[in-house]
């Protein structure tokens, strides 16, 4: 079954500093990849997506992910976090029945 | 724009007493979703909506049902809410079966009193 691992369920960094976000996945052939954002009370916003063309995906706000088969990797990452950048943040993976599974999730957390 | 509307944003039931969720699309999409999120969790999903076909995840309580009279409307129905449902439901839509456009509504929060 395809699924995806977030590590660390919370993430703190500096205004300005690195974001590296972790995620891995476990599939049985070639999956479809997502990084979602969610605000408190909000719904969820697609950040980017990986669909099998290139292996580095630019999303909105400055975030990029890159594919990496042999890691079995799509780390998510924004080279100068912003306070607007606190959230919660899920990868996700098609499992190509119609269904998004999620990993459970890592907080931003981003301090002046 | 198009896009995915939840109703009402939250809602607060009564233990026990039915409540109906609704969520409204204008993307013309085929699939429609339904998640149940709840406090510091992944979204989960209930079921989805294939056009007409409805599509039960194995381990939905059979509280849960789900009815979708057209192609831009579908309603998530609970028949007796219990405290352990309250969580953030979210509907979503995709363009196809292999999940392309998809996109989330807002959400409606409930909260079970």
């Known amino acids: 079954a395809q699924s995806v691992t977030q590590l660390g369920s919370h993430v703190s960094v500096s205004e300005g500093a690195l974001v590296l976000l972790r995620c891995n996945y476990s599939?049985?052939?070639?999956?479809?990849l997502f990084w979602y954002v969610q605000y408190p009370n909000q719904g969820l916003q697609l950040l980017l997506k990986?669909?099998?063309?290139?292996?580095l995906v630019k999303g909105i706000n400055g975030f990029e992910a890159e594919f990496k088969k042999s890691e079995t990797s799509f780390h998510l990452t924004k080279p100068s976090a912003h306070m607007s950048d606190a959230a919660e943040y899920f990868c996700?993976?098609?499992?190509?029945?119609?269904?998004?599974?999620f990993g459970t999730g890592t907080r931003l957390l981003v301090s002046p | 724009d198009a896009m995915v509307i939840q109703n009402p944003r939250y809602q607060v039931t009564q233990f026990g007493k039915p409540v109906t969720l609704s969520c409204s699309q204008t993307?013309?999409?085929?699939?429609m979703y339904w998640y149940q999120q709840k406090s510091s969790q992944a979204p989960k999903l209930l079921f989805h909506?294939?056009?007409?076909?409805?599509?039960n995840e194995a381990d939905t309580p059979d509280n849960f049902q789900s009815r979708r009279p057209n192609t831009s409307f579908c309603f998530l129905d609970i028949r007796s809410p219990g405290l352990g449902d309250a969580a953030m439901y979210l509907c979503a839509t995709s363009r196809d079966p292999t999940g392309n456009g998809y996109t989330f509504g807002s959400g409606t929060r409930l909260t079970v009193v």
């Open positions: 993307l013309n999409h085929n699939v």
């Open positions: 990986y669909t099998s063309a290139a292996t």
């Open positions: 599939s049985s052939v070639p999956p479809y």
């Open positions: 996700a993976v098609n499992t190509g029945f119609q269904k998004l599974v």
């Open positions: 909506y294939y056009d007409k076909d409805f599509n």
